[in-house]
């Protein structure tokens, strides 16, 4: 990533230190990303579109209506309707360190499109569940997937290419469904409910949740609690969350160890391995980069006052 923002750098033109704007248009989208180069309080940012914003580098405050305020991270995404506010606090933003954000606007035509055809092929145990972006704000840890795709997005919004236009409709499409089922799994994960905890899929996510350091989950296992044969419990696990038991299991841990290191600064990071639910550091490390794109020594030095 850091290598597409020098490249952004190239091109942009720096005229205030808090929330710097750069524009990149495409057929029905467009690509903002903002830097801010100061310690700023209460920087309040409206759209009126669809907004996915996704961290790059350093760490914002957010204060969405309707929602406790939330740390922001590299590696996180938000989902912003139209027209709604945005208020947000800058603590670590230097200008040795900036905090980097990208803000991708999308047509709602082009959601709507993309959210009838998803919802045209998931369900969750037959239940009449229709999955939106656009009507509520969200707050989404992103998969491997999601994270590639931003490079990708990153990339191609701010190089000069023939088919660029072709590329960024495919990769927008592929964008808001792995969102959707970003949402979905949120949506399990966070059944206030209990609506779903009796659904084979819902109560293997409770099961995983209730057992996350436990090292002995295996997809065999969690095939048996769901009473499905292992083949078949992959292809429902991926096709409704879509990634794999494993990733997901991984995700989850990986997502554990990110609160460790926010919450507690002295844990080696031997310790947070063995506490997240790892068998050893060397498989926690190359786990952490490949979900997060930058090392757990990396990540903490990011979050570090």
């Avoid at 309080?41 to 907004?51: A, G, H, K, M, R």
């Avoid at 996704?54 to 405050?61: D, F, I, N, P």
């Avoid at 292809?235 to 409704?240: G, I, L, Y």
């Avoid at 554990?256 to 926010?262: T, V, W």
């Amino acid at each position: 990533m850091n290598s597409l923002l020098n490249q952004h750098k190239k091109h942009r033109k720096l005229t205030t230190l808090v929330e710097n704007r750069t524009t990149y248009n495409a057929d029905y989208a467009e690509l903002n990303i903002y830097e801010t180069h100061a310690y700023a309080e209460q920087v309040s940012l409206t759209f009126d579109f669809p907004i996915i914003a996704s961290m790059l580098t350093g760490k914002k405050v957010m204060h969405l209506d309707g929602m406790p305020a939330f740390d922001f991270y590299p590696g996180e995404s938000v989902v912003m309707p139209t027209n709604k506010e945005m208020v947000i606090d800058f603590p670590l933003a230097t200008a040795e360190s900036p905090t980097q954000c990208l803000a991708l606007g999308i047509d709602e035509g082009k959601i709507d499109e993309v959210v009838e055809k998803f919802n045209q092929k998931v369900t969750i145990e037959n239940e009449n569940n229709s999955w939106k972006l656009n009507e509520t704000a969200s707050h989404l840890i992103n998969n491997t997937d999601v994270n590639h795709l931003v490079e990708r997005l990153v990339y191609t919004f701010t190089n000069s290419n023939k088919s660029k236009d072709v590329l960024l409709d495919l990769m927008i499409q592929e964008l808001i469904v792995r969102l959707l089922q970003t949402k979905a799994k949120a949506f399990l994960l966070n059944d206030p409910d209990h609506m779903f905890n009796d659904t084979r899929i819902g109560m293997v996510l409770k099961y995983i949740k209730d057992n996350l350091t436990n090292k002995d989950i295996t997809v065999d296992l969690l095939a048996e609690k769901a009473c499905m044969s292992t083949s078949h419990f992959h292809k429902k696990f991926k096709n409704t969350l879509g990634i794999s038991p494993i990733d997901y299991i991984n995700s989850e841990k990986i997502k554990f160890s990110k609160k460790l290191m926010k919450e507690v600064k002295d844990f080696r990071m031997s310790e947070i391995a063995f506490k997240s639910g790892f068998n050893n550091t060397s498989y926690f490390n190359r786990q952490f980069k490949k979900l997060e794109l930058m090392t757990p020594q990396q990540f903490k030095a990011s979050i570090s006052k």
